[in-house]
């Protein structure tokens, strides 16, 4: 029986995605993406952003080809997985990836004017402090 493994996560593309072809034919795509995340510290609010690789594999990868560029917002819903590897030192190494299983992409405003911007409710605009219960 499997565990648990599933993300969902949303943020912008930090570089146009890259490509690969696999010796099967399958067609591999690399993107990395930023999270922001705001929260109230005393009276300022901080900002922290998360950096993620993620892997598309297919024709979901041949899309996020096509759709993903550079400051593109993205909404990912995949797994995580662990690479894990020695280097040419003998240390092992270790790297966490999301692979993606469903990409949404955001209307990208440069190219698509015109469009509505996506409404968007950001949590920080409440005095939420991380543990109270919304409701």
């Not at 997985?81 to 240390?91: A, L, M, N, P, T």
Request: proline residues 2%; hydrophobic residues 30%; aromatic residues 10%.
């Amino acid at each position: 029986m499997n565990n648990l493994n599933s993300v969902l996560i949303e943020g912008n593309v930090v570089r146009d995605p890259q490509s690969r072809t696999t010796g099967s034919g399958s067609v591999v795509c690399n993107f990395t993406m930023a999270s922001n995340r705001f929260y109230k510290k005393g009276n300022s609010m901080e900002k922290e952003v998360g950096f993620f690789d993620v892997e598309a594999w297919g024709k979901m990868g041949e899309n996020c080809l096509n759709q993903g560029r550079k400051g593109r917002g993205v909404r990912v819903v995949g797994r995580l997985k662990q690479d894990r590897w020695s280097g040419v030192d003998g240390k092992n190494h270790s790297k966490i990836k999301i692979v993606a299983e469903h990409c949404e992409w955001r209307p990208d405003f440069k190219e698509d004017k015109g469009k509505e911007e996506e409404e968007v409710y950001d949590s920080y605009d409440e005095d939420f402090v991380e543990g109270d219960v919304p409701f």
